[in-house]
């Protein structure tokens, strides 16, 4: 473990903890774990995170100070989690730039070393896999709140211990985890049974819209109307890309979600035969090799035509 | 580990192994690494599946010897899988049950114990997990093809470590398993995202009947005109039940599955409120606490009606 980091830790008694906007069950359960972990070694910690926790979220035991505006203390580090670049953590990352020296911990392999002191390491699971590390090596007990914090950020980042970046790392923390106390199945019903009915309804209408182009491109649509008909809105379908990507053969799996008649939401997920972020990129859009988004002016119509020739320049038909 | 079946595995020379009809995860995994295991002792291993393998599971490394008929061969023991009685089998249970002493290793707590050795330990998470120690105890050395085939009936058994039974050795067993060669997101690649295209259709079309009544049962319906429509059949829509389950607030969740006009197949899952085992008990079927299935004579309708009354005797509305 980094000794400038142990050091900042040991020396100082007041500190800042963040992580992205629209945080994540790995954001999320790093940032209150080490808060958490701080807390038993003496110090204060404050947690700012710009947004709200989602709902599937709010069940993550959290630390004494969790607040949603910059706050304007003293602080001897700034712990910055799970961002690739310091603009992740939303408004105010300027002026929490300039507060304290900055600890970036993270394992994007795209992060920019924008901290004072990075533990920056592409080979972890997760960030809340580097935490459970810094916490072994603070020599911190792993109390039962901290153990599902950490379990939820290993497990929903390995997405259930499925993903590529699943490691013999992983199955080892979620295993001292559940020795520390974690109930596995109690956790899993909080993260993944906590959906609204309506969330299913409007699922059954966009699969009934699923196609595929040669084989290897599936695609499908999510409208207005279809928002309106289920009584949803746009964050009833995250993740549904997820469903379109389980399709045999599928190469690259897209959602197209209207925004207005005039400009979509696209969301694309690969299994690795393509690099999703270099086209969405072309887009003006971002993100990872294997999922990605970026939005498009247009028409629905004129949205999909527009990725299916950036995905097959040289031409594909729908399948039957 | 039970003496007398160590004598017998010990003893004997030629065994026939099998498992339940419409074999799952775990049955299939079970089963495959035992029969491997045996031959790695030099004994001659047999496995009877009386249905095909789901395509799901085709990727899982195949003992030498797998036959689809009861076959004609002298036995010394016969190992009966993952079934809670001799019948689940399916055709030739009686004849099988006749050939040589049975071994029953199972992990259901609804077991009959029909074997003249029983090895059945409702604690376990699986009946993998029974294998596992089997195999230790037989001082067998798990080779890659045997792992992946018990990481796969554990990790599938509790649905992808999510389930109730999700112990802390099922961690564990994943874990030994990872270091014998399992790169979990093949298994995951090859267990969750080889779907049909066309079993998305079908979800689509199955969720578009899906309700609730009091907010805490949700049904769902498969009709002989869905698999029409979609060019699909029953297999196609094995785990939709876990969909609907997914559902906040929801306690038990039905899926009814047209077998014809006046039969039909009922799964259930509850999440704890509920012993679904008990409820599909009562019409001729079972399971565990919180996964069941039954059958059920009569329409749709009447199916619809019967299972409301199971579950709610003091009667419920659907919701709007």
């Given amino acids: 473990m980094n000794t400038r980091a142990k050091r900042l830790i040991e020396e100082g008694r007041s500190f800042l903890l963040t992580t992205h906007i629209d945080p994540d069950g790995d954001a999320i359960g790093s940032v209150f774990a080490f808060a958490m972990a701080l807390g038993t070694l003496g110090k204060e910690a404050t947690v700012y995170l710009r947004d709200r926790i989602p709902y599937r979220y709010e069940f993550l035991p959290a630390p004494a100070r969790v607040v949603h505006a910059v706050p304007e203390g003293k602080y001897d580090a700034i712990f ?30 795209t992060n920019d070393h924008f901290g004072t002191v990075n533990l920056v390491d592409p080979g972890a699971s997760s960030t809340g896999e580097i935490i459970y590390r810094l916490l072994k090596s603070l020599k911190v007990k792993v109390d039962p709140d901290m ?59 966009v699969l009934c819209t699923l196609a ?21 809105n746009r964050e009833f379908s995250d993740g549904f890309v997820e469903f379109i990507k389980e399709i045999r053969g ?35 859009g971002g993100g ?7 939005r498009i002016e247009g028409t629905m119509e004129e949205a999909e035509e527009k990725i299916l020739r950036a995905l097959a320049p040289e031409g594909c038909t729908k399948d039957g």
Same sequence: chains 1, 2.
């Fill in 147 to 205: 153990a599902v914090n950490l379990y939820t950020a290993v497990f929903t980042d390995t997405g259930s211990l499925r993903y590529d970046n699943t490691s013999l790392e992983a199955f080892k923390i979620c295993e001292e985890m559940v020795k520390a106390g974690v109930r596995p199945s109690w956790v899993a019903g909080m993260v993944y049974e906590s959906h609204p009915k309506e969330r299913f309804l409007l699922l059954g209408e």
């Fill in 80 to 109: 910055v989690l799970d961002c690739g670049s310091l603009f992740r953590v939303g408004s105010g990352h300027d002026r929490i730039g300039a507060m304290a020296p900055i600890v970036n911990i993270d394992h994007h392999d």
């Fill in 212 to 232: 595929t182009y040669g084989e290897r491109i599936a695609m499908a649509r999510v409208t207005s109307e279809m928002f309106e008909r289920t009584g949803t």
């Fill in 288 to 294: 990872h090799r294997n999922a990605a988004g970026c």
């Fill in 250 to 284: 599928v190469e690259v799996a897209v959602l197209i979600r209207e925004i207005d008649k005039q400009h979509h939401k696209i969301s694309m997920r690969g299994k690795g035969a393509v690099d999703v972020a270099a086209v969405c990129n072309g887009f003006g």
